[in-house]
């Protein structure tokens, strides 16, 4: 990798948490869907039948991986549509007594966005602390779910330090006061099991790029459907997703969705073994060279391709500077061009000075062990080259 210089080298993409590529038979099946099988799928011509048909089988497998029923399933144009949908949709709804919404302070911004903007209508919101894990405080939970409460929203897994929410705890103490409980699962879903009934979920959003899917398209799971669940949509028109979501169908890009979920059925386990392996090498044969490194988060409890890795003293921004071949995160998410500390970092105590040394690794599928190993040696070099204050011992090449 730091021999550039001598040939045109490949970048390493360790980055499978920000998207990942679609799956070769993904993109395979969704081609006639462009040119050939083009209907819209409203119309009732044979050829929009058919088009339906494409629809309703990709529901159905788009279902079968959450354990859900086909008509619990409205696709949206993201995940970040379908919180927007969850949450903006629920409010209008509201009683008078029910002006209360319970999250925590690690959601994706897709969550705390629509909130803030309920928060200014003079909706109560509460954020829920978590612990130095990331994980969230299940006693808070119980002390701020109330009667008052309309919805409690907690993310399945953390997008930055992949930490797993219990939030079938969480559903559990929303369903006792009658709040509707939301989880937005888009980092979860189609990396870790993840079945409706198990979560006890009443809505869950989910994105089929985090899954080897295409971009642009997603969905929401609505307990019971969307004709038993009382939300007002935020797009209207011609009445498509029942009612919820007009507009017409992305038919290539729900057909590629229902696939990816068909594949990842079918793989899920046999990935997270091999893609944790790996993770855990990454994570070991750093940590071994290099006496700055420690990690964040929850370490027995998070997805299994997260590596949030934290190099004490040197600015994660100068690493990656000086790695132009790794794609890799930073622990601090730039806002519009103003780099802010995480929210997430610093929610679970990290200092501003930690947050900005942080990188975020995630692999996936076609992470390879040789591709590990050149990271690991490229950052060593790197981390040497930066580090006066870093105590380093005499770095060996890590061995092939």
């Not at 909706?123 to 409690?152: M, N, Q, W």
């Not at 089929?208 to 007002?232: D, F, M, Q, V, W």
């Not at 979920?261 to 079918?266: A, G």
């Amino acid at each position: 990798m730091h021999d550039a210089h001598h040939h045109a080298a490949t970048p390493v993409y360790l980055d499978y948490l920000s998207t990942t590529p679609c799956d070769p038979d993904v993109a395979e099946t969704m081609i006639p869907f462009f040119s050939q099988h083009f209907a819209n799928p409203a119309s009732s011509h044979t050829l929009g039948r058919q088009a339906a048909a494409a629809v309703r089988k990709a529901r159905s497998q788009v279902a079968a991986l959450l354990g859900a029923c086909e008509d619990e399933i409205v696709f949206t144009a993201s995940a970040t549509e379908s919180n927007n949908l969850a949450i903006s949709g629920l409010a209008p709804l509201a009683q008078a007594n029910r002006r209360r919404i319970v999250t925590t302070q690690v959601e994706h911004k897709s969550v705390l966005e629509p909130l803030r903007a309920l928060e200014a209508n003079g909706f109560d919101v509460h954020y829920l602390p978590v612990d130095h894990h990331g994980r969230v405080s299940l006693k808070a939970a119980k002390e701020a779910i109330d009667e008052a409460t309309l919805l409690v929203s907690v993310q399945a897994a953390n997008n930055e330090i992949g930490t797993l929410q219990p939030i079938q705890e969480v559903a559990e103490i929303a369903h006792r006061v009658g709040a509707i409980f939301h989880s937005d699962a888009a980092q979860a879903i189609g990396k870790v099991p993840f079945l409706v009934s198990q979560a006890q979920v009443d809505l869950v959003s989910v994105s089929a790029h985090k899954l080897y899917g295409p971009k642009g398209i997603g969905a929401l799971y609505i307990r019971g459907g969307a004709s038993n669940t009382p939300l007002e949509p935020i797009i209207r028109g011609g009445g498509q997703e029942s009612g919820l979501r007009s507009g017409t169908s992305n038919v290539p890009a729900i057909v590629g969705f229902g696939l990816a979920c068909e594949l990842r059925r079918s793989r899920l386990l046999v990935d997270l073994r091999r893609i944790a392996q790996l993770r855990d090498k990454f994570e070991r044969t750093l940590t071994a060279g290099l006496p700055c490194v420690s990690l964040n988060g929850d370490l027995n409890n998070r997805l299994p391709n997260c590596s949030s890795i934290q190099f004490r003293g040197i600015r994660a921004d100068e690493i990656l500077a000086n790695c132009p071949l790794l794609a890799a995160s930073l622990g601090s998410a730039c806002t519009a061009g103003t780099p802010a500390p995480s929210h997430v970092l610093q929610a679970t105590g990290l200092s501003t000075e930690q947050a900005d040394s942080t990188i975020r690794f995630s692999f996936g599928r076609q992470t390879t062990v040789v591709e590990i190993e050149t990271v690991v040696e490229t950052i060593a070099a790197v981390v040497a080259k930066l580090s006066q204050g870093c105590g380093l011992s005499v770095l060996r090449p890590i061995s092939r």
